[in-house]
């Protein structure tokens, strides 16, 4: 091949091919076009050579290439020996296009009709990492894989040809490029050559890649934050046992079996004796760790099909299904409650007993809510009978049950109506029979006028929390007698009012302020108000409850022990709180006269006041006799039928009154 570079018109001359060279000097390539196994016409001597052979020769001409591509040569001289020179020239307009795909983004390439790549750009060979005469004269199929390929002949054979297609291409290492394929068709000179364009999709596709990866993450992530979510909408925080949102629905499941087998459910509420009694001494830290391990007991004593859940405080409800008959469901109750009352680690060796009650479904009976309602009521039962037990749910329970909701309604009404009132029985001197003071009872007026007996709410009062405001309305009504009997000069020396005290009323911690503000409004002078606490409400001698009562005695108000001798009082609480006397409970006076052994525990209670500085009441008395040996004994104040039954503040004034002009008339005739 002869090649001549920047030859000018004159020196190569005219031709007939195209009658002249360009007007100004030009740059020329001189090819030998006389070799006869190139190109499609290179056996005939009479056609003249087209431009497509000549670029069919330049196939391994690198140089030649990217001079074209370049713009460096204007002109294309072809000969094969014999005939005249060809003169092929490139344009001035040529060269700017040519030197656009040179240099554009994307690969680009020329394949013959047999799919033999005539040309490519600088930016395929760059994408095929390898040089470009190793791409040129190579057919395309080279640089894909055997499937590619096969597809690739497919898209050549079909009207695809002119679309766009998104193939893998194999470089020059075996690393798979990604390009989008834009193919079109070039007919020159009779010869139908394929041109391509190769846009890389390696950043797209890694782009979608890590696209997809951060979204496979957030998804992930999403998951883990759903799974949580939905743990913490079904479980407890602290033990992880389910919730009662997710008892309800596997209750539900078990009595939809249990209707299909014809065998019992059993649901057993387990409510933690005394558990307070642990957070106020040992602190919630403490009370936690003992709710945990207890869950961790109930766990390990039930089967494996069994559900244990918390469902709030120290409460904890087990669904047995699947359960032979209903004294199978007894024995797994009673089980349970001795597997709980053992010592547990963390607070001073104390056991853990619980209240539990029991309720069984045969055969699918009720729903998730009503057998939890049935062992809810079993388990108040077994512990208004101390606790540490079992109940089973029965009949007799449910006529209970609905007692019990009954007298909370009214008893809400009555509050809600300030129909509570307050009767008063007297407390008197020993010695002198003298009215001393009064204790204010809580009663309520119905809606007929009748007046309901404490039996009737009280024991509903202490479990529903409704004792809290009624013990407030007590001691409103109270403060305002004791004032109107302290403006009665008539009554002579001042009365005392009493006031029962629930340790509910004092888990607020705000009861000494409640105190100063009623007798502020009210002008009750405070020596004037007594208040009577029962044993249980000071059973575990918390600070705090020890601080407000003290606050209670710095305010004026006496305090005193109600019913002293049947709870948990020990010779500390009666060393420690600030009290001013103690009440002897009746079913030890009831006694005097006929029982040595209660003779001897009221001697005992009274000595003991006498030795600590407190006064001693004695509650119940119905008979002379027994005031004779309340007398005897030394015991200074007694209250009971024996004196006057309790009553309505107006029949109190008139008896008040009676008695002190009784008083004053037998003052006057004794000598």
Known sequence: MTTTHGATPTQLGETPATGALCASPARVELLDAGKPDIGDNAGDQDSALTLSDALARLADAEDTLRAIGAGEIDALVVSDGDADPQVFTLTTADRPYRMFVENMHDGAATLSANGVILYANRRLAQLMRCPRETILGSALSTFMTRGTATRWDDILSTDLLRATVEIDLIDAHGVAVPVLVGTSLLDADDDRRTCLTFTDLSPQKAQDREIARLEAERMADLQMAQAALTKQATHDALTGLPNRDLLVDRVDQALLHAERSGRCTALYFVDLDRFKLVNDTHGHAVGNGVLRRVAKRLVATVRTMDTVARIGGDEFVVLASDVANHAHAVEMGVRLSNDLCRRVDGVDGERVAASIGISVSEGGRGTAEILLHEADVA????????????????????????????????????????????????????????????????????????????????????????????????????????????????????????????????????????????????SLEPDRLHLELTETAIMDLRPDIVRQLVAIRDLGVEIGLDDFGTGYASLTHLRRLPLSFVKIDQSFVKGLGTDKGDERIVAAVVDLARNLGLRSIAEGVETNEQLDHLRRLGCDQAQGYLFARPAPAENVRRNILASARALTENARRTP
């Open 379 to 522: 388990m108040y039962r077994a512990k208004s009978l101390g606790g540490a037990r079992t109940q089973v749910y029965d009949t007799d329970l449910a006529r209970q049950a609905r007692d019990r909701g009954t007298a909370q309604q009214t008893l809400q009404a009555a509050l809600d109506d300030s129909r509570v009132i307050a009767f008063y029985q007297p407390i008197v001197d020993v010695v002198t029979q003298r009215i001393a003071g009064f204790e204010a009872l809580a009663r309520i007026l119905a809606r007929d006028g009748n007046v309901l007996s404490p039996s009737a709410f009280i024991p509903v009062a202490e479990d529903s929390r409704l004792v809290v405001p009624l013990g407030t309305q007590v001691l409103e009504l109270a403060c305002r007698e004791a004032h109107s009997w302290q403006m009665t000069p008539a009554l002579g020396a001042a009365l005392t009012v009493a006031v029962n005290v629930s340790s509910r009323q004092l888990e607020p911690g705000d009861l000494p302020i409640v105190l100063a503000e009623t007798l502020r409004e009210i």
